[in-house]
């Protein structure tokens, strides 16, 4: 019981990793409907900048800054050169631009930094935490927390800020918020800059773990499925799928896997998806479409 | 491109004729002989094994991929996961059923892979849009498991492989790369034919009608749902075949890796930048993806020698391709074939202008 | 519809127009042609940047230094193959006839997807494999395999070194029993490979034979380290594959897993795995066929005469004496010795395919010869035949202490003769699966 107690939460935090990706797709889908398959690279350029920027010396705190203005002069490009130019085209269109940016963006950020693995240290200890019997990983601590802070500003963002408000009115009928005068091309600028450094913290937890190189901008297809589960409007069903994953990825793996033969995380994920899509078309907490002829 | 006007209702004998094709088409039958007399002759080993047959089989998954997302309009990123039905099925079949003749059990491993896409395209009548790509994507990875992880697949190779058993055809050895490419032509030739007929008949408008709006289709009294899985289940029919062909024609040896996501990806790029809803846009759209790399590749080495290392000119082509994606859904969505019709409209007026 | 293929006509035109313009880099018959597929790109590239270093330089080095091979000059190209086997069968056809005149002796396909698609293809066209830690077991049993070299250490061996090392360290044999041995393997045909030879180890000598996999790419491994630690081995056999490597030994760390009882295989063992892991990585084993570090006699050369004046492909100079990049020597010398010693037989000319193979198979590196190489200590004596493609089944322990590979252990052989009857017994089944006539290896010269 204790060794089921202890996958369950160990699964539930290491959902959090997951969660913090889908956010970057669920701030952006919101505001500019474009399920934006170049998260992936641009967590990966984010985290590479980062860390190109603390290998010539400069302090954590301004390379951090000086990599999210960084992010922010991509934001203005793609939504300048991508999404400007690809208003009002279809959804499956737009992702299909995303595909071509992720190739660009992975292009760019070894032809710059080079591919090589670069080790990331942020002070953080990965030792294991006891609370009793149930072992914790003292890192998954430290991204869990870093997730709800993370929540808290942008639920903030998004709810106390002239911006937020925009935003939400974006997302919530296009046409009407143009009508009574939102910059839409700016909001998009700003979502896609707040994206990009929400995937930067992203990058950076999980380049902590296994190293900032190219494999990092495969974390992406981990944070489909729990778009799925949470839908892709919702960015506290970001969490909660991320929760759900990680939880039922990680009991699977033990409970399930030496039946069949293991090695079932990366689909086992999409099954999961898959039954809350048959029960929840639009995903746990997505908004249903309603159509017109 | 007709500038003949039709006033609806039209008399039966008045209708546009051009509907069912009765001019020759000249064009097209030269291209056929030139790939089925002139290529064999000259191509080298290279031409033949590296490029032509990837070609021919890249351009039937696009096919396969656009009957569903062209024609049908529901996105699919799991063709590769098909393409590994075919070829496993394939394998097996001509392992474990030594009389079967090489073309019907080309012929078996394709229906085997549209059965899998039957039931992957079950949840279509509930799931649209992004949601139902994610289920291919999860068909993807699923599949791409069950050919790694049960061993009977690949008859218990240590390797995880399987590799062409001899390719026999009516006791003609197809071993040589110029049999194989003749092989693949044949198959590639008989099956867009079958296409080019499927897309123009009351199944093809059926499907294209779903595909521009199928809550209207619906109400139209198209059988919505019904339609949808049988696009599924044509194309993985074709994706099945190119998967036994990619691995038995092309690669030699294949294993689940050879089917990825990449490779599902790489059909779809074909059919946005060659066009969709179109068959000669896979054709197009295959050969500027194959041809690109080796392209940029060979120019890289000749133009910049030493001077740029070649990791760089792998960087920019990875640039140039994510470029050259998005040039084309902004500037032309309809993909290269349109350019091309374009600009041919824009020749038999030269130097005119309207 | 029809117009449309008009275009793909003119399309089609053009494009062959333009790639048969393209020249091709300039080489002459009397140089020999080593083709280099790299990967520089995609998942794999920090893996493969070094060893094409590795390789490069020592090419240059016999070149510019040696003035060729007994005067035969060798000449380099580089394609692109980003580890998959579509594009490795692309830059094999490019290759396989040569550069303009000056022919291909021997074929690194560099890369596991690459060696399995190209096997058959190379044997049609009679260019020797050389496939150093990697590719297909049982082409050691080169009567079945004539153009396959898994030369130095297969999978095989690597998992009888890896028990023979853990017994060195219990103290014999005899106490493997009782003991629990986990592996924790990249779900594929790499990471499968070694179940076979440790189910026998397993049942030969007593120990409790864990099978843990890994789903690619492995970047997420708590549930296979929570299996881990609940199942309390003694120690870990980590076989893992690109970022899965970091990611396992960072996860072990997070579950109290002691990493100096965690041995990497071939794979897991460069100094590119270990550096991001920071301080979980200190004290973790790995086995290796080409040990790290640049105090070898010929790191000391290369640096005379390419790295202090500038020539070294290394971008990083940091990466110098690194695994990989002693790897890439490790297999250009391989490839540089069976040049020579097939110029014995056939005079100090370019080789062909099958002469490189000739010399391959009589390729003997003793001590002697690695000494006046420089290779003594990094590359273990190698005696390859026409039975024994595979020849030294050795490999070294070293562990990391945070900057840099000690290594722990000399040589630890692999016992390949209790292994023999299995690798038989698969190439038998391939050539008879294949119709293949196995060549009598008696009558070999």
């Keep these: 019981m204790t060794f089921f107690i202890e996958t369950l939460i160990g699964g539930l935090l290491a959902g959090t990793m997951y969660s913090l990706v889908a956010i970057g797709f669920v701030l952006i889908y919101k505001a500019s409907g474009v399920f934006n398959f170049a998260q992936g690279a641009m967590l990966l350029f984010a985290a590479l900048t980062f860390v190109s920027l603390r290998e010539q010396g400069v302090p954590f705190a301004a390379a951090l800054v000086l990599t999210v203005v960084v992010i922010a002069i991509g934001a203005l490009a793609i939504e300048r050169w991508i999404l400007r130019p690809l208003v009002n085209r279809s959804q499956i269109t737009l992702f299909m631009a995303t595909l071509g940016l992720s190739f660009i963006v992975e292009g760019l950020a070894q032809g710059l930094m080079g591919a090589e693995v670069r080790a990331l240290d942020l002070g953080i200890q990965d030792t294991p935490v006891m609370f009793g019997d149930i072992m914790v990983s003292h890192f998954d601590l430290v991204a869990a927390a870093t997730a709800t802070v993370l929540v808290t500003v942008l639920a903030l963002l998004f709810n106390k800020t002239r911006v937020g408000v925009s935003l939400r009115a974006v997302a919530d009928d296009t046409r009407a918020a143009l009508s009574i005068g939102i910059n839409l091309n700016r909001i998009w600028q700003i979502v896609w800059a707040v994206a990009g450094s929400v995937g930067l913290v992203a990058g950076l937890l999980w380049g902590a773990r296994q190293g900032v190189q190219f494999s990092l901008s495969l974390v992406v297809l981990k944070a489909l499925p729990v778009l799925i589960i949470g839908g892709f409007t919702s960015i506290g069903g970001a969490i909660v799928g991320g929760l759900i994953v990680g939880a039922a990825e990680n009991l699977a793996e033990v409970y399930i896997g030496p039946f069949i033969g293991g090695g079932i995380t990366p689909w086992f994920a999409y099954f999961i998806a898959l039954a809350f899509l048959y029960v929840r078309p639009a995903g746990l907490f997505g908004e249903r479409a309603i159509e017109r002829v | 491109m007709s500038l003949h006007t039709y006033t609806l209702p039209a008399p039966f004998d008045n209708a546009p004729v051009h509907l069912v094709g009765s001019r020759a088409p000249w064009p097209l039958l030269v291209l056929l002989m030139i790939a089925f007399g002139v290529v064999p002759l000259l191509g080298s080993d290279y031409w033949l094994n590296a490029i032509l047959i990837p070609f021919l089989v890249l351009s039937l998954a696009g096919l396969g991929l656009n009957l569903l997302t062209g024609y049908t309009g529901q996105t699919s990123v799991g063709s590769a996961g098909f393409m590994a039905v075919g070829a496993f099925a394939t394998y097996n079949l001509l392992l474990r059923v030594p009389v079967l003749p090489l073309p019907v059990a080309l012929i078996l491993g394709g229906l085997f892979a549209a059965a899998v896409g039957w039931v992957v395209g079950i949840p279509s009548s509930r799931i649209k849009g992004f949601y139902l790509m994610v289920t291919t994507l999860a068909a993807q990875f699923f599949l791409e498991w069950i050919f790694s992880k049960f061993p009977w697949f690949y008859n218990n190779a240590s390797s995880g492989t399987i590799s062409a058993p001899n390719l026999v055809l009516f006791g003609h050895d197809l071993n040589t790369p110029t049999h194989r490419y003749l092989f693949t032509l044949s198959v590639v030739t008989l099956l867009t034919w079958v296409a080019v007929n499927l897309v123009k008949s009351q199944i093809g408008r059926n499907w294209m009608a779903i595909r521009d709006m199928d809550t209207a289709a619906a109400v139209i009294g198209i059988p919505v749902d019904r339609y949808k899985r049988q696009a599924f289940t044509v194309s993985s029919f074709y994706l099945g075949i190119a998967g036994a062909l990619w691995a038995f024609f092309y690669l030699g040896t294949a294993s689940a890796s050879s089917f990825d996501i990449n490779r599902s990806f790489q059909i779809l790029f074909i059919i946005i930048i060659g066009g969709m809803g179109s068959i000669a846009g896979n054709f197009i759209g295959a050969a500027f993806i194959s041809l690109l790399p080796i392209l940029l590749s060979f120019a890289g080495q000749v133009l910049l020698g030493g001077a740029i290392d070649t990791g760089q000119i792998q960087n920019l082509q990875k640039i140039i391709f994510g470029t050259l994606i998005i040039w084309f859904l902004i500037k032309e969505p309809d993909g290269l074939v349109r350019l091309i019709l374009n600009l041919r409209e824009r020749l038999s007026v030269w130097p005119l202008r309207f | ?445």
């Excluded at chain 3, 100090?348 to 420089?374: F, V």
């Design chain 3, 1 to 445: 519809m029809h117009i449309a293929l008009k275009g793909v006509v003119g399309a089609t035109m053009l494009t062959l127009s333009m790639t048969a313009a393209v020249p091709e880099a300039h080489a002459v018959a009397d140089e020999q042609f080593i083709p280099l597929a790299t990967y520089r790109v995609g998942a794999y590239a920090s893996s493969g940047i070094p060893v094409w270093a590795g390789m490069i330089d020592y090419l240059r080095y016999i070149n510019e230094v040696e003035g060729g091979i007994n005067g035969v000059k060798l000449v380099w190209q580089e394609c692109e193959t980003e580890w998959t086997a579509e594009k490795g069968i692309e830059c094999y056809e490019r290759f396989k006839n040569g550069l303009d005149g000056a022919p291909v002796a021997l074929y690194h396909p560099n890369g596991a997807p690459a060696a399995y698609a190209l096997s058959d293809r190379a044997a049609a066209d009679r260019i020797p494999l050389i496939t150093l830690g990697y590719g297909r077991t049982e082409a050691t049993d080169g009567s079945v395999f004539p153009y396959n070299f898994p030369v130095m250490l297969t999978f095989y061996s690597e998992a009888s070194a890896v028990i023979n090392y853990i017994a060195q360290r219990e103290g014999g044999f005899d106490k493997l029993k009782s003991k629990k041995i986990a592996t924790v393997y990249h779900d594929s045909a790499y990471g499968r490979e070694t179940q076979g030879p440790l189910g026998l180890l397993a049942e030969k000598y007593g120990f409790e034979n864990i099978q843990i996999p890994v789903a690619d790419p492995g970047n997420e491994q708590s549930a296979q380290w929570r299996q881990v630690r609940q199942s309390k081995p003694d120690w870990v056999f980590l076989r893992t594959w690109g970022v899965s490597t970091p990611v396992a030994i960072k996860t072990a760390a997070r579950f109290g897993f002691p990493v100096d009882r965690i041995i990497g295989d071939i794979w897991a063992s460069s100094d590119e795995d270990v550096l991001p892991t920071g301080d979980a990585g200190k004290g973790y084993l790995a086995l290796t066929p080409y040990p790290g570090g640049a105090d070898f006699e010929i790191h000391e050369r290369i640096r005379t005469h390419i790295l202090d004046k500038g020539k070294s492909d290394l971008k990083d100079p940091k990466s110098f004496g690194s695994v990989y990049y002693n790897s890439g020597l490790v297999n250009a010398a391989i490839a540089v010795e069976a040049i020579r010693a097939g110029q014995k037989k056939f005079g100090n000319r370019p080789l062909t395919g099958d002469e490189g193979r000739w010399g391959l198979e009589h390729l003997d590196l003793g001590e002697a010869r690695l000494r006046e190489i420089g290779f003594l200590g990094l590359l273990q004596p190698l005696k390859l035949s026409c039975s024994d493609h595979e020849g030294g089944g050795a490999a070294k322990v070293q562990q990391w202490d945070g900057a840099r590979w000690n290594l722990i252990t000399d040589w630890v052989h692999a016992d390949r003769a209790t292994l023999r009857p299995l690798i038989d017994a698969k190439s038998a089944a391939y050539a008879s699966e294949k119709g293949i006539q196995p060549r009598d290896c008696s009558t070999e010269g």
